[in-house]
């Protein structure tokens, strides 16, 4: 199976009692957070090569600088960790 069809695996939404209202908007919301529409409007047009190399880096440089800002957010949440300003 390829990379592409593994992303949908397992991306079933029960609709219950006839009810579509919530149950489109779970499958809206979980489109949404897999950035599906995003992909879906940018693969409309054709995207100029030197386009896709910067929207890559950009793609790349955020993906770098969540990681480290994570990174130091759980280091400053960390507990029992001694006190660095003692008198």
């Given amino acids: ?8 695996m397992a991306k079933t939404v ?3 009692n ?7 908007r779970l499958l809206d919301g979980i489109l ?6 995003s992909d879906v409007k940018r ?5 100029k090569p030197f386009l ?9 440089c955020r993906r ?8 130091k957010i759980e280091f ?3 507990k029992n960790r001694p006190d660095p300003f003692l008198r």
Wanted: hydrophobic share 30%; charged share 40%; no cysteine.
């Fill in 1 to 8: 199976m390829s990379q592409n069809h593994l992303r949908f």
């Fill in 14 to 16: 029960l609709v219950r």
């Fill in 18 to 24: 006839n009810q579509i209202e919530p149950a489109y």
């Fill in 32 to 37: 949404k957070r897999e950035k599906f529409f």
């Fill in 43 to 47: 693969h409309e047009r054709y995207e």
């Fill in 52 to 60: 896709k190399r910067s929207r890559l880096a950009y793609e790349r």
């Fill in 64 to 71: 770098i600088y969540d990681s480290e800002m994570q990174r």
């Fill in 76 to 78: 400053v949440m960390r």
